[in-house]
């Protein structure tokens, strides 16, 4: 008897583990704790776990293609290179585009990620600094100004411009970007 009830309170909790996550698959609550898809935590994203199970409900495998017409932070196509599925989408909003290039830009070398963080250690201070005689929305879309806290987005900026002014290689200053 006592097995069988705690066999029932396993199910159960089984259960409501899986309502749960599934019930999360429309936000981004979960791809917020996942590597890569944490980076920016897009207002629209959703769960790289839907992308996942549509994938494998579909029966898609690698060689196949994947297209997102609506691609924003690049949930499906990370999901899709994750798993050495092609993907193809569109983004009309340019900031939103190159957050997706960055998150899919994996051939970055590592002593140039260090180098570059070994200079913004050293000058995004001073530089963030001497940017508040600026105006923010000069600068940033709103959908940005809503996202991030004032300290952030001057910090942001500045670390835009130390990568504009030091960073020459197209793939490495877009990932930084």
């Not at 879309?141 to 835009?160: F, G, H, M, S, V």
């Amino acid at each position: 008897m006592t097995t069988q009830l705690a066999l029932s309170f396993y199910q159960n909790d089984v259960v409501t583990l899986k309502k749960k996550q599934n019930s999360e698959w429309g936000t981004f609550k979960d791809s917020l704790k996942a590597p890569v898809h944490r980076w920016f935590t897009y207002p629209a994203g959703f769960s790289h776990k839907a992308v996942e199970h549509s994938i494998e409900k579909y029966g898609i495998i690698q060689g196949q293609t994947i297209y997102d017409p609506f691609m924003g932070s690049g949930t499906t196509n990370l999901v899709a290179k994750t798993l050495g599925i092609n993907s193809v989408g569109t983004e009309p909003h340019p900031f939103v585009y190159q957050i997706t290039k960055a998150k899919l830009n994996w051939d970055v070398e590592t002593k140039c990620i260090k180098d570059f963080i070994g200079l913004v250690q050293k000058n995004l201070s001073k530089k963030s600094d001497t940017l508040r005689l600026k105006k923010l929305d000069s600068e940033f879309p709103e959908l940005i100004l809503k996202c991030y806290e004032e300290r952030t987005l001057y910090d942001l900026w500045a670390l835009r411009e130390l990568i504009a002014e030091s960073l020459e290689d197209e793939d490495i200053r877009g990932f930084f970007l």
